[in-house]
């Protein structure tokens, strides 16, 4: 049996953590030979919900589940963590703009980013989901400086998945045959679902929709930069958090086990300059994921409106790092 690994999970007793916890522990995200320690995380006033949660934890007797420790204390959710899914964060309040949301969250990321950076293990991997996800995660990042930039990513899957789901439900083919689907940019409605490298079995889907221009732009691009309020919407107040665990597992098992041959994932990771996107933020790429690195997919050829569209969701990051910039030191 391998030794067990510490994952770090906070905002655990939220909605998504829910969905989560159990599919970690099942082995869906590492694998059924790799054993698990559970350190989960939240704030004082929800310490009361962990009783229930580890009590299912229990009762499902998870062959690979060795330990779980529940605390409000940071330094011993993060103590020696090999991953860290950041998944808590200030809800989004009534009339709350995103600034204020960044006002309130940055703070949070600033000391989870400290203390990830003098008690975790050298070479963990980060997933910032709690919004302003690539905000945040820049924010973790900057306040991390003895760990590896290139251990910190954002979580863009969801917005991947939904994107490889609308295609597939308009070709009429498994989500399985499609390959190479894009979201660049911030996790927010300025991202870009880029249809325009997608393939299904090794063909250009674009080839397959010459007719379907109109669609494209009016109904597939608005309905992945769109869907999480519609999703609020459908399920009468809350949001995902099914697909949001689900995009976890998927974002965090390609990253350490590797993306499928001939296809590619979306990830907010540090920028490089590549694609004229400055270093110093966190923006959506296509990558590929091999041996626990990812590497930008580069060189790809893109057009002038699509170019606009990538820089339409710079420049966004770009406002919201100027509201917190006081966060990085
Ligand atoms: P919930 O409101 O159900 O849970 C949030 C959890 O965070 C709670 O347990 C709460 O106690 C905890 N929390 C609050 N303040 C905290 C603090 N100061 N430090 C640590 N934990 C704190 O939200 P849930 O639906 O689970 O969503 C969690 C986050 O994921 C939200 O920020 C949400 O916007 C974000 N999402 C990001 C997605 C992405 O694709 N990047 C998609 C799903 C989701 O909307």
């Not at 004082?44 to 605390?71: H, R, W, Y």
């Not at 899957?157 to 789901?165: E, M, Q, T």
């Not at 325009?196 to 691009?221: G, P, R, Y």
């Not at 990051?317 to 910039?325: F, N, V």
Request: proline share 5%; aromatic share 8%; with cysteine.
């Amino acid at each position: 049996m391998k030794p067990p690994i510490r994952i770090a999970v906070t905002g655990a007793t939220g909605q998504i953590g829910y969905s989560l916890l159990y599919r970690i522990a099942a082995g869906d995200m590492f694998g059924h030979d790799q054993p698990i320690i559970l350190q989960l995380h939240d704030i004082t006033e929800a310490q009361s919900f962990f009783k229930g949660i580890i009590m299912e934890l229990d009762d499902c007797a998870f062959p690979l589940l060795n330990q779980v420790i529940a605390t409000d204390n940071l330094e011993v959710a993060f103590g020696d963590a090999d991953f860290a899914l950041l998944v808590g964060a200030r809800p989004r309040g009534e009339k709350m703009e995103r600034k204020d949301l960044l006002a309130a969250n940055g703070p949070i990321f600033r000391q989870q980013g400290k203390t990830l950076n003098s008690v975790a293990k050298r070479n963990i991997k980060v997933l910032v989901v709690g919004n302003p996800a690539n905000t945040n995660a820049f924010i973790t990042l900057k306040n991390a400086p003895d760990l590896d930039p290139r251990n910190f990513s954002a979580m863009l899957r969801l917005d991947h998945n939904r994107a490889l789901s609308q295609v597939a439900q308009k070709i009429n083919v498994p989500v399985s045959k499609i390959n190479k689907m894009i979201v660049w940019g911030n996790h927010s409605n300025t991202q870009f679902p880029d249809l325009s490298h997608a393939t299904v079995e090794n063909q250009k889907i674009l080839e397959l929709m010459t007719q379907d221009s109109d669609w494209i732009n009016d109904t597939f691009i608005p309905t992945v930069q769109n869907r999480g309020s519609a999703i609020i919407a459908a399920r009468q107040g809350k949001s995902s958090a099914a697909s949001a665990a689900n995009a976890i597992i998927n974002h965090m098992r390609d990253w350490v086990f590797g993306t499928r041959e001939n296809d590619w994932v979306s990830m907010g990771v540090l920028s490089t300059g590549c694609y004229d996107i400055p270093t110093g933020v966190i923006y959506s790429f296509p990558v590929t994921c091999k041996n626990g690195q990812y590497q930008i997919v580069e060189d790809l050829k893109i057009t002038p409106s699509d170019h606009q569209r990538m820089q339409q969701s710079y420049q966004e990051l770009l406002t919201e790092q100027e509201a917190i910039k006081n966060l990085f030191n």
